[in-house]
């Protein structure tokens, strides 16, 4: 699910889209779910009838199929839970990320493929109940603190692979920008740093004021923090002439 989301191992393929949106769902709520929950999760502007909601769940019950042990990989009950033999890249995600080792959180940020549940078109429950956010938060996490460990040991390009793969799944988090400021610097490139403020700013200013001048953008405070500032005019002081206190033009 770091990416377009892909089930491997089906008894069956899906008949329902919906289907598929339910063993996503199930997938991160691993406590389980009842038909109101999930329902409403997946159709939040409309009651579904409950035959379509039986419908899905037979569905999806048929392409998960039956687990080593032939246990229903959805067992039925009023609250449907996944068998422990359904698993995703995010729980790996999580277990890798909660080691103190640097190799683990590399293998962590390989899982990632692109945007989190990226095309699947039932998903704002993952917004409402806070999944996506959490989600982000810790590919965030671990990218800082990975990123972080390889600059402080000298190795520039592997926090600026890091940091990038997690921007894939949260790409407007401007502290991942500041990680890529501080690769660019460990690298000792001047390209590199002004690059990067580059594509921070074409992420914030309005549609067609992506070729104002860093010094007028500068001004208005008002496209990045002033932390990202503060940090890309220590990083690029003495490696730039003189500018009066402003950026450098990109």
């Known amino acids: 699910?770091?990416?377009?989301?892909?089930?491997?191992g089906l008894a069956h393929a899906f008949r329902?889209?919906?289907s598929r949106e339910l063993v996503v769902y199930l997938t991160l709520h691993r406590q389980g779910a009842r038909a109101t929950d999930w329902g409403d999760a997946l159709w939040p502007s409309r009651a579904v009838p409950a035959s379509t909601l039986h419908s899905v769940v037979s569905d999806a019950r048929r392409a998960l199929g039956a687990?080593?042990?032939?246990v229903e990989r959805l067992p039925r009950g009023r609250v449907l839970r996944l068998d422990d033999s359904v698993h995703c890249d995010v729980e790996r995600f999580a277990q890798l990320a909660s080691q103190p080792d640097l190799a683990a959180w590399v293998e962590a940020l390989s899982l990632i493929r692109g945007a989190f549940l990226e095309g699947l078109g039932l998903t704002d429950w993952a917004v409402l109940?806070?999944?996506a956010a959490r989600v982000e938060a810790m590919v965030t996490t671990t990218a800082l603190q990975g990123a972080a460990r390889c600059v402080a040991e000298g190795r520039g390009s592997q926090a600026e692979w890091m940091v990038r793969q997690a921007l894939r799944v949260s790409p407007y988090d401007e502290r991942l920008y500041r990680a890529l400021l501080r690769a660019a610097d460990v690298q000792g490139s001047l390209a590199r740093l002004r690059a990067t403020m580059v594509e921070?700013?074409?992420l914030a200013v309005a549609p067609g004021s992506e070729h104002v001048p860093?010094?007028?953008a500068e001004r208005h405070m008002m496209w990045c923090h002033p932390r990202t500032i503060a940090l890309y005019q220590e990083l690029a002081r003495g490696s730039v002439p003189g500018t009066g206190g402003s950026f450098p033009r990109l």
Do not use: K, N
């Open 1 to 8: 699910m770091l990416g377009p989301v892909r089930t491997d």
């Open 16 to 18: 329902r889209a919906a």
């Open 67 to 70: 687990g080593p042990a032939e």
């Open 129 to 131: 109940d806070g999944t």
């Open 200 to 202: 921070l700013r074409s």
């Open 214 to 216: 860093v010094d007028q």
